[in-house]
């Protein structure tokens, strides 16, 4: 009995797919978050950007293309578009990793404690699809002191304003 009313409180809770286009047909729960399956994601993204966006790899240091970026403009989320830093908080930490020390707001980015190779560290994730970018340190600068370290390959950039 507790297993049924549980399962019909989940259903009940769940908001009704809808269907929209973005380079591909996706399904989005609720307006906000994109749900693909893995064979969707490769077919999206290509290898390389899989591997670090949906199996949270890691590019190597000073290899990204966007680590060096002066350019005034956006940077957004190479898995579905969503903007995530600009380039006034952008700043060279010396890590080999485009680093920012603050996203556009606090709604695009999801943080989660992240154990892996024996480190104790917060990983970043898109808030809207949940592809891998990297993780936040605390060793930034003012004005919040973080210093999100993010992979060249989990952006996009977008010349223009700020």
């Known amino acids: 009995m507790y297993m049924i009313v549980t399962v019909k409180f989940f259903f009940l809770m769940q908001k009704p797919y809808v269907i929209a286009d973005w380079r591909c047909k996706e399904r989005y729960m609720g307006g906000d978050k994109i749900i693909l399956t893995d064979v969707e994601w490769l077919e999206r993204l290509g290898p390389e950007r899989y591997e670090i966006l949906r199996k949270k790899g890691t590019e190597r240091a000073f290899t990204g293309n966007l680590n060096f970026n002066k350019e005034k403009g956006r940077y957004l989320c190479a898995g579905c578009g969503q903007e995530l830093f ?77």
Not at 114 to 124: A, F, H, L, Q
Not at 138 to 145: A, C, F, K, L, R
């Open 86 to 162: 600009t380039s006034k908080t952008k700043f060279d930490s010396g890590s080999g990793w485009p680093s920012f020390f603050k996203p556009v707001n606090d709604r695009v980015i999801d943080e989660h404690g992240d154990t892996s190779y024996g480190m104790v560290r917060t990983e970043v994730v898109c808030s809207r699809c949940g592809g891998h970018l990297g993780h936040v340190f605390s060793d930034g600068p003012e004005p919040t002191g973080l210093r999100y370290c993010i992979n060249s390959v989990s952006l996009e950039f977008e010349k223009g304003d700020e």
